[in-house]
């Protein structure tokens, strides 16, 4: 996925040396062979199967209590969504079900999606909070999400989406759980170590543009990066806020202007695009990819794993819709779950390519060439992952539950 080259960065019959957890070597296979021999180094022999950068899924709600299965069928079988919002259904019903659950009652529950990811390749997974609402429920999503990142073999980085909803306490206080949140909240929790960015939900039905602005001020006074929910529904001006903070990303845009791409572009925030939420709504207006390319933005691509809008833990799904109802290319693509995720995420100095001195996060496809795996549907080609230095066979869990 190194630019400048050959389509994809594609290097055929290749190898790679391994140091501790870092690329050491990159070459041709015979040059390999003999120094391996020379130096009487373990060769692992991958004939045949192609080697991507460990994929990286920048934006996931994976922590999170119950699910909305149910409130799926009542929709379908024609109860309206306003019906089951009064009936205490939608985001309501995930936050009551998040607070009730224990600690590790989410971490099972996520285990099981982690794993899905995993299964397809991915080696670091950004987790946000968002479902709490409240100082300690938050605190505890947070620290199962560092947990996930400390039992598997998974790089973990946690967002603190302190404004993703408005809870039924605080209906009639809305201007109370925004600086509680933006404020004391914030504050312990980062003090703590648990958060590595910040995120808001910048929408009509969720929060203003001024909320989310003093959420990002308050995580620039702490020196930490943010990402902003924008334009998924409406354009209320948020890519443009997002830039104005360099943040890190800007994600779904199903809704951004000129100006708003422009404003990204020249802040070098990421546009994340997240095509399960926009097929799970129905949605019939893809974000202006023709737009970002021209502006110069770069695109990733996640799942936005979350039980009301995306409820899904396949990436290489992800990879198809970019492509299929987004108009990506499988290029584009591809770079959306690599290079340009670790841009997302912050890290592109770390992951996000096969480069020397990068981490040795990789994942094993038994595929003919890469755009196979934006053109699959429902297939997991995947057969081994690289992590850390260490190598993981696909399907054989070796981490605690
Ligand atoms: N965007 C979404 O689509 C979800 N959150 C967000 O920020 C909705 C989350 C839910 O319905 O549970
Ligand atoms: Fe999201």
């Known amino acids: ?80 969504y306003e019906e089951i919002s009064r009936a205490g259904g939608g985001i309501q019903s995930t936050v009551n079900a998040t607070r009730a659950a224990a600690a590790d009652t989410l971490y099972a529950s996520a285990l099981v999606r982690a794993r899905r990811l995993m299964s397809e390749g991915v080696t670091t997974l950004e987790i946000k909070s968002g479902y709490g609402l409240e100082l300690e429920a938050e605190r505890r999503l947070l620290e199962v999400a560092r947990e996930l990142g400390r039992r ?48 808001a939900f910048c929408e009509n039905v969720a929060f203003t543009l001024a909320e989310t602005e003093q959420l990002l001020r308050a995580a620039q006074a702490l020196g930490l990066p943010a990402h902003v929910h924008a334009g998924q529904l409406t354009d209320m001006g948020a890519a443009e806020l997002a830039a104005r903070y360099r943040a890190l990303s800007a994600d779904h845009l199903e809704y951004l202007s000129d100006t708003g791409a422009r404003a990204l ?5 990421v546009a994340v695009l997240l095509p399960g939420a926009y097929f799970m ?54 770079s959306g779950v690599t290079c340009h995720a670790a841009q997302a995420l912050g890290l592109q100095a770390e992951l996000g390519t096969l480069e020397v001195g990068k981490r040795a996060d990789f994942a094993l496809y038994q595929i003919d060439r890469p755009a196979e795996l934006c053109y699959n549907l429902g297939a997991n080609p995947c057969v081994g992952v ?3 230095g260490a190598p993981r066979a696909v399907g054989q869990p070796q981490e605690p539950v």
């Open 152 to 199: 598997l073999p998974l790089s973990v980085r946690t967002t603190y989406l302190g404004l993703h909803a408005l809870p039924q306490e605080y209906q009639a206080d809305r201007a109370g759980f925004v600086a509680r949140a933006c404020g004391p909240w914030l504050a312990a929790l980062a003090g703590a170590g648990l958060v590595d960015a910040v995120d």
């Open 281 to 334: 709504l129905r949605q019939s207006n893809p974000p202006p990819i023709r737009l970002l390319r021209q502006a110069g933005v770069p695109m990733a691509v996640a799942t936005d794993c979350n039980p009301g809008t995306s409820p899904c833990t396949s990436i290489l799904l992800m990879l198809n819709m970019a492509c299929t109802l987004f108009g990506l290319t499988p290029l584009e693509a591809l």
């Open 1 to 80: 996925m190194v630019g400048g080259g050959k389509p994809y960065g594609n290097l055929a019959e290749a190898a790679l040396a391994v140091k501790g957890d870092r690329i050491a070597w990159m070459g041709p296979a015979a040059e390999a062979a003999a120094g391996a021999a020379a130096g009487n180094v373990p060769v692992e022999s991958c004939h045949g199967l192609w080697m991507t950068p460990g994929l990286i899924d920048c934006h996931t709600h994976l922590v999170y209590g119950g699910d909305r299965v149910e409130e799926f069928e009542k929709r379908l079988c024609g109860v309206s």
């Open 265 to 269: 572009a020249a802040a070098g925030t």
């Open 386 to 388: 690289v992590h850390g």
